[in-house]
Protein backbone atom coordinates (compact mmCIF):
# COMPACT_ATOMS: atom_id res chain seq x y z
CA UNK A 1 0.00 0.00 0.00
CA UNK A 2 1.54 3.18 -0.69
CA UNK A 3 1.96 5.83 1.89
CA UNK A 4 1.54 9.31 2.50
CA UNK A 5 4.23 10.74 0.53
CA UNK A 6 3.89 7.80 -1.87
CA UNK A 7 0.73 8.83 -2.74
CA UNK A 8 1.04 12.60 -3.10
CA UNK A 9 3.82 11.96 -5.49
CA UNK A 10 1.76 10.14 -7.34
CA UNK A 11 -0.95 12.69 -7.52
CA UNK A 12 1.24 15.23 -8.49
CA UNK A 13 2.29 13.41 -11.47
CA UNK A 14 -0.97 12.81 -12.60
CA UNK A 15 -1.34 16.88 -12.27
CA UNK A 16 1.37 17.45 -14.07
CA UNK A 17 0.68 15.08 -17.22
CA UNK A 18 -2.71 16.31 -17.15
CA UNK A 19 -1.22 20.04 -17.09
CA UNK A 20 0.66 19.33 -19.96
CA UNK A 21 -2.08 17.21 -21.79
CA UNK A 22 -4.24 21.03 -21.46
CA UNK A 23 -1.64 23.44 -22.09
CA UNK A 24 0.22 21.39 -25.14
CA UNK A 25 -1.34 21.61 -28.33
CA UNK A 26 -2.99 17.78 -30.32
CA UNK A 27 -0.08 16.55 -31.57
CA UNK A 28 1.55 16.94 -27.97
CA UNK A 29 -0.97 15.42 -26.55
CA UNK A 30 0.06 11.24 -25.43
CA UNK A 31 -3.07 9.94 -27.68
CA UNK A 32 -0.56 7.09 -29.63
CA UNK A 33 -1.30 7.42 -33.91
CA UNK A 34 -3.68 4.61 -35.18
CA UNK A 35 -1.63 2.53 -36.85
CA UNK A 36 -3.28 2.73 -40.55
CA UNK A 37 -2.44 6.48 -39.93
CA UNK A 38 1.29 6.10 -39.29
CA UNK A 39 1.45 3.61 -41.92
CA UNK A 40 -0.82 5.05 -44.67
CA UNK A 41 0.14 9.11 -43.73
CA UNK A 42 4.09 9.03 -43.05
CA UNK A 43 6.26 10.70 -45.75
CA UNK A 44 8.97 8.00 -45.49
CA UNK A 45 8.61 4.63 -44.11
CA UNK A 46 12.09 2.98 -43.87
CA UNK A 47 14.11 0.01 -42.11
CA UNK A 48 17.17 1.79 -40.56
CA UNK A 49 20.04 1.61 -38.09
CA UNK A 50 20.99 4.77 -35.94
CA UNK A 51 24.71 5.17 -37.46
CA UNK A 52 25.69 7.98 -35.47
CA UNK A 53 24.50 10.45 -32.44
CA UNK A 54 26.54 13.66 -33.91
CA UNK A 55 24.51 15.85 -31.26
CA UNK A 56 22.02 15.62 -28.69
CA UNK A 57 18.62 15.93 -30.90
CA UNK A 58 20.05 14.34 -33.58
CA UNK A 59 20.25 10.72 -35.05
CA UNK A 60 21.70 9.92 -38.21
CA UNK A 61 20.61 7.15 -39.59
CA UNK A 62 22.36 3.81 -41.98
CA UNK A 63 18.88 3.70 -44.45
CA UNK A 64 18.76 -0.49 -44.81
CA UNK A 65 15.38 -0.75 -46.75
CA UNK A 66 13.05 1.60 -47.99
CA UNK A 67 9.40 0.77 -47.62
CA UNK A 68 7.62 3.97 -49.16
CA UNK A 69 8.80 7.19 -49.74
CA UNK A 70 12.23 8.37 -51.24
CA UNK A 71 15.13 9.35 -48.25
CA UNK A 72 17.04 10.93 -51.04
CA UNK A 73 20.23 9.30 -49.48
CA UNK A 74 21.57 6.20 -47.75
CA UNK A 75 22.30 8.37 -44.53
CA UNK A 76 19.45 10.47 -43.03
CA UNK A 77 19.35 12.39 -40.31
CA UNK A 78 16.62 12.63 -37.85
CA UNK A 79 15.21 15.39 -35.34
CA UNK A 80 15.29 12.49 -31.89
CA UNK A 81 12.32 12.14 -30.08
CA UNK A 82 12.53 13.87 -27.01
CA UNK A 83 11.24 12.52 -23.72
CA UNK A 84 8.03 14.51 -22.13
CA UNK A 85 5.84 14.54 -18.93
CA UNK A 86 3.93 11.58 -20.25
CA UNK A 87 5.91 9.95 -22.71
CA UNK A 88 9.32 8.65 -22.88
CA UNK A 89 11.47 6.09 -25.43
CA UNK A 90 12.08 2.66 -24.04
CA UNK A 91 15.53 3.31 -23.86
CA UNK A 92 18.29 5.61 -24.35
CA UNK A 93 18.96 6.25 -28.18
CA UNK A 94 22.38 4.19 -28.58
CA UNK A 95 24.26 3.44 -32.15
CA UNK A 96 23.61 -0.12 -33.25
CA UNK A 97 19.65 0.20 -32.63
CA UNK A 98 17.50 -1.04 -35.60
CA UNK A 99 13.83 -0.06 -36.01
CA UNK A 100 11.24 0.76 -38.75
CA UNK A 101 10.75 4.48 -38.59
CA UNK A 102 7.78 6.05 -39.84
CA UNK A 103 9.03 9.95 -40.19
CA UNK A 104 7.55 13.03 -41.67
CA UNK A 105 9.01 15.84 -43.49
CA UNK A 106 8.91 19.23 -41.22
CA UNK A 107 9.60 21.53 -44.34
CA UNK A 108 9.47 24.38 -42.04
CA UNK A 109 12.57 23.12 -40.32
CA UNK A 110 13.98 21.52 -42.69
CA UNK A 111 14.34 18.33 -40.86
CA UNK A 112 12.99 14.85 -40.61
CA UNK A 113 11.24 14.11 -37.82
CA UNK A 114 9.50 10.65 -36.19
CA UNK A 115 6.10 10.62 -35.94
CA UNK A 116 3.41 10.62 -32.79
CA UNK A 117 4.16 12.28 -29.33
CA UNK A 118 4.11 8.99 -27.42
CA UNK A 119 7.41 7.19 -29.93
CA UNK A 120 5.18 4.73 -31.38
CA UNK A 121 7.28 6.00 -34.81
CA UNK A 122 9.71 4.20 -33.69
CA UNK A 123 9.03 0.22 -33.87
CA UNK A 124 12.49 -1.59 -33.02
CA UNK A 125 13.72 -4.68 -34.85
CA UNK A 126 15.45 -7.75 -33.50
CA UNK A 127 16.38 -10.57 -35.74
CA UNK A 128 12.85 -11.37 -37.35
CA UNK A 129 10.43 -9.28 -34.84
CA UNK A 130 9.02 -6.00 -35.01
CA UNK A 131 7.78 -4.96 -31.78
CA UNK A 132 5.03 -2.44 -31.35
CA UNK A 133 3.68 -0.39 -28.77
CA UNK A 134 0.54 2.09 -28.40
CA UNK A 135 -0.87 0.28 -31.14
CA UNK A 136 -3.23 -2.42 -29.24
CA UNK A 137 -3.00 -4.86 -32.72
CA UNK A 138 -5.18 -7.53 -32.85
CA UNK A 139 -4.97 -10.80 -32.08
CA UNK A 140 -1.07 -10.92 -30.60
CA UNK A 141 -1.09 -9.76 -26.59
CA UNK A 142 0.59 -7.03 -25.52
CA UNK A 143 3.99 -8.03 -22.87
CA UNK A 144 6.88 -7.48 -21.45
CA UNK A 145 10.00 -7.80 -23.82
CA UNK A 146 13.74 -7.21 -23.33
CA UNK A 147 14.78 -5.20 -26.52
CA UNK A 148 17.64 -3.80 -27.43
CA UNK A 149 19.08 -4.33 -23.91
CA UNK A 150 16.21 -2.55 -22.00
CA UNK A 151 12.29 -3.60 -21.09
CA UNK A 152 9.74 -2.81 -23.86
CA UNK A 153 6.24 -3.27 -23.04
CA UNK A 154 4.07 -3.77 -26.27
CA UNK A 155 3.60 -6.65 -29.25
CA UNK A 156 5.90 -9.06 -31.05
CA UNK A 157 4.77 -9.45 -34.73
CA UNK A 158 6.56 -11.20 -37.72
CA UNK A 159 9.06 -8.58 -39.46
CA UNK A 160 7.63 -10.27 -42.72
CA UNK A 161 4.06 -10.62 -42.11
CA UNK A 162 4.23 -6.28 -40.64
CA UNK A 163 6.54 -5.52 -43.78
CA UNK A 164 4.24 -6.56 -46.47
CA UNK A 165 1.01 -5.34 -44.51
CA UNK A 166 2.79 -1.80 -44.69
CA UNK A 167 4.23 -1.95 -48.41
CA UNK A 168 0.61 -3.34 -49.37
CA UNK A 169 -1.54 -0.43 -47.18
CA UNK A 170 -1.32 1.97 -49.61
CA UNK A 171 -2.48 0.41 -53.05
CA UNK A 172 -5.90 0.35 -51.06
CA UNK A 173 -6.29 3.59 -48.79
CA UNK A 174 -5.66 6.85 -48.84
CA UNK A 175 -5.00 8.97 -45.82
CA UNK A 176 -5.13 12.65 -46.39
CA UNK A 177 -4.09 14.81 -43.83
CA UNK A 178 -3.65 18.67 -43.02
CA UNK A 179 0.18 19.29 -42.32
CA UNK A 180 0.51 22.35 -40.57
CA UNK A 181 2.31 22.38 -37.96
CA UNK A 182 2.34 18.38 -38.14
CA UNK A 183 0.60 15.97 -39.53
CA UNK A 184 -2.75 15.31 -38.56
CA UNK A 185 -5.38 12.82 -39.78
CA UNK A 186 -8.66 14.19 -41.77
CA UNK A 187 -10.28 11.15 -43.81
CA UNK A 188 -9.07 7.56 -45.11
CA UNK A 189 -10.82 6.81 -48.37
CA UNK A 190 -10.55 3.23 -50.44
CA UNK A 191 -8.48 3.18 -54.10
CA UNK A 192 -9.95 -0.89 -54.54
CA UNK A 193 -13.14 -2.64 -54.57
CA UNK A 194 -14.08 -4.87 -51.60
CA UNK A 195 -12.58 -7.42 -53.13
CA UNK A 196 -9.49 -6.16 -53.55
CA UNK A 197 -9.38 -5.26 -49.89
CA UNK A 198 -10.59 -8.61 -48.75
CA UNK A 199 -7.89 -10.27 -50.84
CA UNK A 200 -5.48 -7.97 -48.85
CA UNK A 201 -7.25 -8.69 -45.40
CA UNK A 202 -6.96 -12.15 -45.91
CA UNK A 203 -3.03 -12.15 -45.88
CA UNK A 204 -2.77 -12.34 -42.12
CA UNK A 205 -4.63 -10.99 -38.60
CA UNK A 206 -2.33 -7.81 -39.12
CA UNK A 207 -3.42 -6.88 -42.50
CA UNK A 208 -7.50 -7.58 -41.65
CA UNK A 209 -7.31 -5.44 -38.58
CA UNK A 210 -5.46 -2.67 -40.34
CA UNK A 211 -8.51 -2.98 -43.11
CA UNK A 212 -11.38 -2.79 -39.78
CA UNK A 213 -9.45 -0.44 -38.19
CA UNK A 214 -9.41 2.10 -41.06
CA UNK A 215 -12.30 4.94 -40.94
CA UNK A 216 -13.36 5.01 -44.46
CA UNK A 217 -14.96 8.01 -46.14
CA UNK A 218 -16.89 6.57 -49.42
CA UNK A 219 -18.78 10.22 -50.12
CA UNK A 220 -17.93 11.21 -53.28
Given amino acids: ????????????LI???ASALTALPAEAKYAPVPLF??????DLVIIATIDALPSARVMTLAVEEVIHG????????VQR????????RWTPYKVGQKAMFFLWRDD???????????NEGELPIMGGSVWLRGHGVEPWPAGEHTVHGARFYGQEIDLATF???VRGYRVHFEIKVTRHPWIQFQSARPLTDDAAREGYASRSEL???????????TSK
Fill in 37 to 42: DMIGAS
Fill in 108 to 118: TAGQWRVRSAG
Fill in 163 to 165: VDA
Fill in 81 to 88: FEDWTCAA
Fill in 1 to 12: MLNHASRSLAAL
Fill in 207 to 217: HRSLVLGTPLD
Fill in 15 to 17: LAC
Fill in 70 to 77: SPGSKTLD
